[in-house]
């Protein structure tokens, strides 16, 4: 294959934009910065301010042009980050009064008849201690009040058909009525400048283009009046970061389920004219199907304005300037469909995007918790959604959408803490690479003074970080399998329902419930946006996006859709397979497709997967990645504790080897041909995974045979802390055992130095555990480095008969010195070698 070619001639391209952050630092600072980044592997830098004191200022430009002249040097390019500060919206605190956002609320006031001439004072309709904060507030706009009778059937409920429009009684404050002798609630509906996010809360509203066009001006354009010679060459691209809605803090923003305000301007009024002034209640509460369709009808709305006001403007300002535009949305928790931290509809509010964007950050992806957990992100952390939703609905967006050229950028490893070292970084990447990820902007690179409490780790920590002399090795594996997994496109043709619309009208079952039953059972699959389904094509028993055919389409369990999702629905069910989980919508009026538990639907849709195996391996990921000349398989085994042991039979149409994209080698594969099948034996450890190319290689991969002896004592170890520029303590172990206890806050460099009288040289060594990363050097030649589990080394090159002298150098992460806040969600890890050193004949498998 090409890819396999470039890959082990270096001639790959490079996948890694790294975050490097401006506080104001020296032009030497930089230069440095610049050159560690460049020496690690990576050329390519994302710039953040974070904040720089001058941003657009003097200042900046000088930071800028020096960026850009170092970066010329090495042929680097640039993105930038295209705000003052984080989140994007802020426009530099230029944005005027008139664009920022604004929004509607709803105040319930609830009363008794019988009543004559009744006034009611709505001069003030803010809340208390609004008020108080912010004597603004008492300006707010009447826009509707609505009467209704009560039905104490819950806190909530009134009689929602008895919904009457009394605003015509309201006079200079007073809303003055007769009323008879009923229980009765008042909703008053107003125009606030009030949000619920303080830190957002000067933003620009993201659904009027006319208040995105101040993000262009006083970010976008001056960029270009200032390098405009530089675009499309060096600088290439840029970059949104998280742009949302803001009109209330956190992920839980469920219209007509969370008490709060939502965006409001005359452009929303406009297009939801026809809706009754009376159905504008139903925006805040109700439980009627009525009630859900208004739902609906208002976040179909809001999420397309976003998309056509934000997303798009920014985009084509890009497009016609010849860079990208990148970036990500929240997808937090499910926030990717809702208001709040959110666009309101993931595909839509990257719909401007040149390629596809998510992140995994703040310890939103933990290897083995695919469940909910406790983390540094609002909520905790929805694992099932991050580990078997996130990057599918990102990578489904990169293949689905012809201007995403099938790219999904994860923006990563950020916030997890100094916890987190190479080791996990591996594990991640390998995660999301599995899922469909093929570009990483990894955060971050940071040169204030260290340390620094912003969202660590940072790589090079200016030299603090003690396992950045390997930070090369992981970000050479990356960018080898991101070259690999771009130019082509992921094969599968089994689609999910987006289900945005679903929860919009009442309550739906997740998307990741479905994705992982599905994944557990290696069907790949694509996440469809409902919108995809409009211009979908249908033939030959297929529904075509994109040019990319699908034969099933599961929707997720929803109370109802809205009735031109069901009637798209029921037209592609006379081509393709529709499958209803659960049960059907509760609107539905005309059944069609086919109603299967979600438990059923992967022992359905069995002959949809491309592999069989031998037995059931639920943390075993399967991707299948199409080149033009030829296949790509990964088998990634996401478990951090259990082996996968299985046998394969796999459909492929020619011969495959194994690529080593770590040792940048390729390897022959041991298989059979079975009935058309590639059959295998496939074996993975915790942290490992397989990827098999189309070709045939001469090499054998070499494997443990006997044990030929165990290293137990008489092991010299030798101490370097990160602060240290030499090796300043030695101690003897008479047996090799745990001696963190010791060292409760080392963070380093532990050097294990033994002799070994070998009597053959074809040796392998082996780590049965150990934290983190290990180098072996046997008679003063270097034997490799392992970032990660399987910690196993060849040193049959190094070693001689005889006397031999192995040193075992062990970098842990900066953890156990720091102890930073972020780090508080995850264990520390032991330091050191606390499993076994074996040493076994070699034999090539």
């Known amino acids: 294959m090409k890819k396999i070619i470039q890959n082990i001639e270096n001639r790959n391209d490079n996948y890694l934009y790294p975050f490097f952050w401006q506080h104001g630092e ?3 600072k930089l230069i440095e910065y610049i050159e560690k980044i460049y020496e690690s592997g990576i050329h390519s830098l994302c710039i953040e301010s974070r904040p720089h004191p001058e941003f657009l200022e003097d200042g900046w430009w000088k930071t800028m042009t020096l960026i850009i002249d170092e970066a010329k040097k090495r042929d680097m390019k640039i993105w930038i980050l295209d705000d003052a500060k984080f989140p994007t919206g802020y426009a530099n605190g230029k944005v005027p009064n008139d664009l920022k956002k604004r929004y509607l609320n709803m105040r319930r006031f609830d009363i008794v008849g019988p009543l004559r001439k009744a006034e009611i004072n709505m001069m003030n309709m803010a809340d208390f201690r609004q008020m108080m904060k912010n004597p603004d507030y008492v300006n707010d706009e009447i826009y509707k009040v609505i009467l209704a009778e009560n039905s104490f059937e819950s806190a909530d409920s009134f009689k929602e058909d008895s919904l009457c429009d009394v605003t015509e009684y309201l006079k200079e404050g007073m809303l003055t009525l007769d009323l008879d002798a009923k229980h009765y609630s008042i909703f008053v509906v107003y125009k606030t400048t009030y949000g619920g996010e303080e830190t957002t809360k000067d933003y620009l509203d993201p659904t009027r283009k006319e208040a995105t066009q101040i993000l262009l001006n006083e970010v976008y354009e001056k960029h270009y009046e200032h390098f405009k010679d530089d675009f499309g060459k060096t600088i290439v691209g840029f970059f949104s970061d998280e742009p949302r809605f803001g009109n209330i803090k956190g992920t839980e923003a469920i219209i007509g389920k969370t008490d709060m305000v939502l965006p409001w301007n005359d452009n929303i009024q406009q297009e939801l004219e026809h809706i009754s002034d009376t159905d504008l209640v139903f925006l805040f509460k109700g439980k009627s199907e009525q009630a859900n369709n208004t739902r609906f009808e208002y976040m179909n709305v809001v999420s397309q304005l976003y998309s056509d006001n934000f997303s798009k403007v920014l985009g084509n300002w890009c497009k016609e300037k010849g860079v990208d535009y990148v970036g990500h949305v929240i997808e937090d928790n499910n926030v990717h469909a809702r208001l709040g931290y959110g666009p309101g509809h993931y595909f839509r509010g990257i719909a401007g995007q040149s390629m596809a964007g998510i992140d995994v950050i703040g310890g939103q992806i933990i290897p083995g918790m695919d469940y909910h957990h406790d983390a540094f992100s609002t909520g905790g952390s929805d694992g099932e959604f991050y580990h078997y939703a ?16 099938g790219i999904l950028m994860c923006e990563a490893f950020g916030a997890y803490g100094w916890v987190e070292g190479l080791k996990m970084m591996k594990w991640i990447t390998n995660h999301m690479l599995a899922h469909g990820v093929n570009l990483i902007v990894p955060h971050a690179f940071d040169p204030k003074e260290f340390p620094d409490w912003d969202c660590p780790p940072h790589f090079y920590a200016n030299g603090n970080n003690p396992q950045f002399p390997y930070f090369h090795y992981w970000s050479g594996y990356t960018n080898r399998l991101c070259n690999l ?28 419930k479905v994705l992982k ?68 919508p509760g609107n539905i009026t005309k059944e069609f497709g086919t109603v299967l538990p979600l438990s059923k639907i992967a022992k359905t849709l069995k002959s949809s997967s491309e592999i069989k195996l031998e037995s059931d391996e639920k943390n075993l990921t399967f991707y299948h990645y199409v080149q033009e000349d030829g296949d790509v398989f990964l088998f990634n085994n996401e478990d951090i504790m259990k082996d996968i042991h299985t046998t394969v039979s796999l459909k492929a149409s020619s011969d495959l080897m194994i690529y080593d994209a770590y040792e940048n080698r390729t390897y022959q594969l041991d298989y059979q041909k079975i009935n058309n099948e590639i059959v295998f034996d496939l074996h993975l450890k915790p942290y490992e995974m397989l990827v098999l190319v189309s070709g045939m290689s001469k090499e054998k991969q070499a494997v443990m ?117 972020f780090s508080q969600y995850l264990p520390l890890e032991p330091m050191g070698i606390v499993g076994t050193i074996g040493l076994y004949k070699k034999i090539a498998n």
């Open 26 to 28: 020296s032009d030497d």
């Open 390 to 405: 996130l990057c599918k609905m990102g990578a489904s967006a990169a293949k689905l959408e012809a201007d995403k050229r």
């Open 485 to 512: 997994l771009n130019d082509g496109y992921q094969k599968c043709e089994v689609g999910v329902l987006y289900h945005a619309f679903a929860e919009w009208s009442g309550g739906t079952m997740y998307m990741q």
């Open 517 to 584: 039953e599905l994944q557990q059972h290696q069907i790949d699959c694509n996440v469809i946006s409902e919108d995809y389904l409009n211009d979908a094509q249908l033939k030959d028993g297929k529904y075509y996006i994109n040019g990319f055919g699908f034969h099933t389409l599961i929707v997720p369990a929803a109370k109802q859709l809205p009735d031109v999702l069901l009637k798209k629905l029921e037209e592609l069910s006379s081509t393709i397979e529709v499958i209803f989980t659960d049960y059907f």
């Open 705 to 821: 045979g006997d044990k030929i002896i165990d290293i137990t004592n008489d092991i010299e170890v030798s101490l370097k802390a990160y602060t240290d520029k030499e090796y300043s303590e030695t101690f003897d172990l008479k047996e090799l055992a745990y001696f963190g206890d010791q060292y409760p806050r080392f963070s380093g460099n532990m050097k294990y130095r033994f002799t070994v009288d070998l009597a053959e040289t074809d040796v392998l060594l082996q780590i049965s555990e150990v934290y983190e990363i290990v180098e072996v050097i046997v008679n003063g030649k270097n034997c490799g480095v392992k970032i990660a589990p399987e910690y196993v080394f060849d040193i049959s090159k190094a070693c001689e008969v005889g006397n031999n002298t192995i040193e075992i150098i062990v970098t842990n992460n900066l953890s156990r010195n720091q102890r930073d806040a």
